[in-house]
């Protein structure tokens, strides 16, 4: 775990997306309720079920969201890293959390109560705008992996998810590099392939000089040519 600095959970929340257009007063009556969160790696933040009293906002680290199936397989619904939240939607529904959220590197998260939350909108509708934003555009990304598990191949997943992670330059013939951030095992989950098929889907592209694979280092030498290939 990294070294327990205080920090000032007001300059977090004026950071984030949700709070960044407040005021200073108005992040203060914020902050007053909320809790700094640390976890090493591989600790629980929630279970599926567990009450929801709140969402959280992830200072630093990496959360992933998942259930277990009947049979016991897992399936990570979502990876949240550094500057997102999670937990919005529940805290809105008043339900309980229907995935769990375990830590996948030493984290640190802040706790913004349910009672924070509506008070801020009450007093700043520009909040609600906001978090509405920040579920809508959930609520897009899910649809679009629906849609990818549907109509794609397990090929056509992962081109589409390198090449979502490349920065939009003109330079599309230049190689560019691609640092997976998770293992593959979280990220296979993630785009609903089972690990065997995810590793034996990489080198299959590696065999077509589509990708060049070192460790945890994925270099596009051409992305042009990648994505020509992704629907042939």
Not at 39 to 57: K, L, N, P, V, W
Not at 132 to 154: C, F, I, K, P, W
Not at 159 to 187: C, F, H, M, W
Request: aromatic share 6%.
């Amino acid at each position: 775990m990294r070294d327990h600095l205080p920090i000032n959970p007001g300059t977090h929340l004026k950071n984030s997306a949700l709070f960044g257009e407040m005021d200073d007063e108005e992040i203060a009556l914020i902050a007053r309720e909320t809790r700094e969160q640390r976890y090493e790696r591989g600790a629980s933040i929630f279970h599926q079920g567990d009450a929801c009293t709140g969402f959280h906002i992830v200072v630093f680290g990496q959360i992933k969201l998942s259930f277990v199936s009947p049979g016991g397989t897992e399936k990570i619904v979502d990876v949240v890293e550094q500057g997102q939240s999670l937990g919005e939607a529940m805290m809105f529904l008043d339900k309980p959390y229907v995935v769990s959220a375990h830590a996948l590197s030493d984290s640190l998260l802040l706790h913004v109560s349910k009672a924070a939350v509506l008070g801020g909108i009450e007093r700043d509708h520009g909040t609600l705008r906001k978090m509405l934003s920040s579920l809508a555009l959930r609520t897009y990304r899910l649809m679009q992996d629906v849609e990818s598990y549907s109509l794609h191949n397990g090929k056509q997943r992962i081109i589409g998810y390198l090449l979502a992670q490349l920065e939009r330059g003109d330079q599309d013939t230049a190689p560019r590099s691609v640092d997976l951030a998770v293992s593959k095992y979280v990220l296979a989950s993630r785009l609903n392939l089972t690990q065997e098929h995810f590793s034996r889907l990489l080198h299959e592209l590696g065999d077509l000089d589509l990708i060049e694979i070192e460790g945890k280092r994925l270099t596009i030498p051409c992305p042009k040519r990648l994505r020509e290939y992704q629907f042939k």
